[in-house]
């Protein structure tokens, strides 16, 4: 008598969101099929609402375009992006699940250099289930990988970890490069395949891309607002990366960790760097000071939720940045705004007011 298969169920499909922003059709998820179609998918569309995107069959998804956007926040729809992929972020605001991963439909599935698919989500959720260790560097880096540990010298009191808040995945290809550096550097592809995860420490920034990223929604999701980017903004192309640095200032203050390294993802498009540095080049100049501000940030020890710890971060970009450029003062009012979204949409257990927003996507649930 033959014994049935064993049913292998998928990590965290009940408990993981999928959000991809597009202004296309998603022919793409073909690809990512084996690895996706278990799994929930949140697509936000951008652009003409009136476009019918098209979603291979088979995948459980929903979609919502600008009109479902501004019909569910009414006038809180001013701090969601148009025109711009940090509309991705109203994925992570209406998502019920515990885990988001996002990714941007021009990536494809990479092969390891043994020519193996790589599954991005699965490492992400291996990065996400395993501690980080941001107070101390090990040397062999992910003390938590098959094969390695924590090397000599390293404070036994330490080695529990923190909980991982986000796992920052990179890219074969086209490589993730500003306008000037796309100029310069026109033809050059990124063909390094480098086997490993590393914690960023404590008090150290990074530049977060959004194309390839997991995040634990519960513990981080109300600082991973992508700003004010795109249509009638002066500035494009860094909505991750504020989001980022947003995010990194908050967990290295609760205490939670961040990752970087493996999975990644193969990018197939190298978007046009003439278009781009119109976009970038006041964020070129802007960065110089965004980052001695964020560097030098310290957030009260009453802030014990992202939440409170973006709003006070909300009033120092105001006061910090403000004088600046006015578009900052903008930005600073729309975090708060955001904040606002997110918990009128997501009210806490504890709370007396339940949610009275009716969340109906253009493709129901």
């Known amino acids: 008598m033959s014994i049935p298969a064993t049913v292998v169920t998928p990590p965290l499909a009940d408990q993981l969101d999928i959000v991809i922003p597009t202004i296309r059709n998603l022919d793409f998820l073909e690809q990512w099929r084996p690895f996706f179609q278990p799994y929930h998918l949140i697509i936000v569309q951008d652009g003409d609402p009136s476009r019918t995107v098209r979603v291979p069959e088979g995948f459980d998804y929903e979609l919502y375009n600008r009109n479902d956007i501004n019909r569910i926040l009414g006038p809180k729809s001013s701090c969601i992006s148009f025109k711009d992929s940090a509309c ?42 395993t501690p980080a260790t941001p107070f101390f560097f090990n040397t062999l880096y992910d003390p938590y990988r098959e094969g390695a540990d924590f090397v000599r010298g390293y404070p036994f009191s330490l080695r529990e970890g923190v909980t991982t808040a986000i796992s920052h995945g990179l890219w074969l290809n086209i490589p993730d490069y500003d306008a000037p550096t ?53 500035i494009g192309r860094y909505d991750d990366m504020w989001a980022g640095w947003c995010a990194k200032v908050i967990c290295d203050h609760l205490s939670l960790g961040v990752k970087t390294g493996l999975p990644y993802i193969w990018h197939s498009k190298a978007s046009n760097p003439f278009v781009n540095l119109k976009k970038e080049y006041k964020g070129i ?3 110089e000071d965004i980052i001695p501000f964020f560097q030098n940030v310290t957030l009260p020890k009453e802030c014990t939720t992202p939440q409170k710890c973006y709003i006070e971060l909300s009033k120092l ?15 600073s009012d729309a975090m708060v705004t955001w904040i606002d979204a997110w918990d009128e949409l997501n009210p806490s257990t504890d709370s007396a007011a339940a949610a009275t927003v009716k969340v109906e996507p253009s493709k129901p649930k």
Request: proline letters at 7%; hydrophobic letters at 40%.
């Open 88 to 129: 991705r972020c109203f994925g992570f605001l209406v998502s019920k699940k515990k885990y988001i991963f996002t990714i941007d439909d021009d990536c494809f599935v990479a092969k390891d250099p043994s020519g193996q698919e790589i599954n991005a989500l699965a490492q992400h959720i291996h990065n996400l289930l």
């Open 182 to 234: 796309q100029l310069v550097k026109p033809r050059e592809r990124n063909t390094r395949y480098v086997d490993l995860v590393m914690t960023i420490p404590k008090q150290t920034l990074f530049p977060m891309c959004g194309m390839n990223l997991g995040f634990h929604r519960e513990l981080i999701g109300p600082a991973m607002y992508f700003g004010l980017m795109g249509d009638g903004q002066p």
């Open 285 to 287: 100049y802007w960065q």
């Open 317 to 331: 970009v105001k006061e910090k940045l403000g004088p600046i450029d006015p578009y900052f003062e903008k930005l």
